[in-house]
């Protein structure tokens, strides 16, 4: 099983990046899954914007409450999210997983590292991030985040530019990503 894991700031454009990859590796004839970390925190933010008498889609994004949830979450029990995130792993029956939302370099990096996950960090000039932001509909956006600074540390294996507006330029680099990094190994 291929393991691949973008990261990098909101607005880098990891779920873009994401959506074209698994694209790819479909077209070739490679079943893809998308597994996120943060799969507990979007329950428990869904949970509590319910509770609240709102309705808001699955992935939708409250920077602020996914934070907090994360950090209630790992005083809890600090491996909390990644433990979720290896146990439906191990479920996964595919040729390749895709995760799009590591913002952990203690715990989580490590984990991911030592199971074979491929880093590639998703790389965006500051004003082309806050264009994308302001586009998005999220519920709550964070501006200087403090997790964006932990993102600073996560050393990647590979770099993916990806500072251009039209997606079809991203499109064009995640395939050719792919082709140099996945399919010309040992030729």
């Known amino acids: 099983m291929m393991k691949i894991c973008f990261f990098g700031p909101s607005g880098s454009g990891k779920s873009s990046a994401t959506k074209f990859l698994k694209e790819d590796f479909e077209r070739r004839g490679l079943t893809t899954e998308v597994l996120k970390l943060a799969e ?3 329950k428990v933010q869904k949970l509590l914007y319910t509770e609240s008498g709102i309705t808001i889609k699955k992935y939708n994004q409250n920077q602020k409450l996914l934070e907090g949830i994360a950090t209630s979450m790992r ?3 600090p491996r909390s999210i ?3 995130f290896m146990l439906r792993l191990k479920k996964v029956n595919s040729d ?3 995760n799009d939302d590591l ?3 203690e715990i989580d990096m490590p984990v991911l590292k030592q199971n074979g996950f491929i ?9 082309v991030i806050q264009s994308r932001l302001s586009l998005r509909n999220d519920l709550y956006t964070k501006e200087n985040s ?3 600074k932990v993102i600073e540390r996560i050393e990647p294996d590979f770099v993916l530019k990806n500072d251009c507006q039209d997606m079809q330029v991203l499109k064009s680099k995640i395939s050719k990503m ?5 399919f010309t190994k040992g030729e």
């Open 75 to 77: 005083d809890i029990n």
């Open 96 to 98: 390749v997983v895709i």
């Open 178 to 182: 792919v082709e140099e990094i996945f």
């Open 119 to 127: 880093l590639i960090r998703i790389w965006a000039s500051g004003e």
């Open 146 to 148: 403090e997790l964006d």
């Open 40 to 42: 507990p925190l979007y």
């Open 103 to 105: 913002r952990d370099f």
């Open 82 to 84: 990644i433990d979720n």
